[in-house]
């Protein structure tokens, strides 16, 4: 099968290879996926670049993506659930957790410090098939879940679940970071009703996407600013007027500490901050802390991967309640050959979510 295969510890084409790989078996408890539909993320990118954040996660060869829906082709022994058979659409939570430690057995799996990744610790879906565990299938709805959205369920579960610890209707909400999951975070919040969206980032490319995002929903109320505008002063009071004396809900989606620092600044006091961007380097400085979080008394929450499995449920319940992500899908490709165009289009910002098809969109709708 094509695949593509982290193959050297180099940056870009040097480091990954599109080749051929034998189709996995699955083991006990696992079930083979035909990949109908694959997307790059920007754990992707990272990988791709070989950046030094993600050197210690992954031993090479490894064939990368984890963002993906598909067919059921074979199950393995003792797959233990008896509503999958080949041939269901599936898409998969790719976050292999232990099952048995604390968070594990309260119901936060998500943050188990035991969890597995497949397409960076182990293989994932940038091939024609990837194995998983089949706890980990989720089985989806063609008339709702069309592939090229099935393909980043993976990524739009994490602006589910950066939404999903908090009441959005009829509050004011902030996003801070326009990329792909920051474009899911504005169509939910729009979705669930809240009064203002105002967005913010540093390319002007990103902003008018946002806009003319709102104007095909006729969404008067959604306002975009370049935070590394000439007069930042002007674009905070902006934000505390439209938002009358400040932000109920932060969803920081770019990790840069100039825009956590602006977000801490303009959420109000009361206000709560769902947190998933990753600074370059890990940490940051947070201005002022005294008054901007504990004299605000403002609620952080962080936010990573999903929760399993409430977020793949909410997620699915709101693309039945007629959420719309699919113009966020900007690239489309008809073989994994091309992997290396879209890539380009993902990091140079033209496309906010690219997509592959590894068996062609004929063979796969
Ligand atoms: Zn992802
Ligand atoms: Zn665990």
Known sequence: MRAVVKSAPQ?????TIITDR????????EVLIKVAAAAICGTDRHIWHWDPSIRSSMTLPRIYGHEFCGYIEESGPDVGRTDLEPGNYVSAEMHLVCGHCRQCRT??????????ILGLHGDGAFAEYVKVPATNVVRLNRELVPLAVGAFLDALGNAVHATQVVDLAGRSVLITGFGPIGAMCAAIAEHCGASTVVVTD????SLETARRWAASKSFKNLHAFNAAASDPKSVREAIIDISDGGIDVVLEMSGAPAAINFA???VAMGGFMSMLGLPAGHSLQIDDYTRNVIFKGITIQGITGRRMYSSWQRMLSLLKAGLDVTWIVQAEHDSLDEFEVGMGKFDRHEALKVIFYPHGRGETQ
């Open 11 to 15: 940056d870009g084409p040097a480091g």
């Open 264 to 266: 801490l600044d303009v």
């Open 22 to 29: 034998g189709r996995p078996v699955p083991g006990p408890g």
């Open 202 to 205: 540093v390319s002007d490319h």
């Open 107 to 116: 119901g936060q799996g998500h943050i188990c410090a035991s969890t597995r």
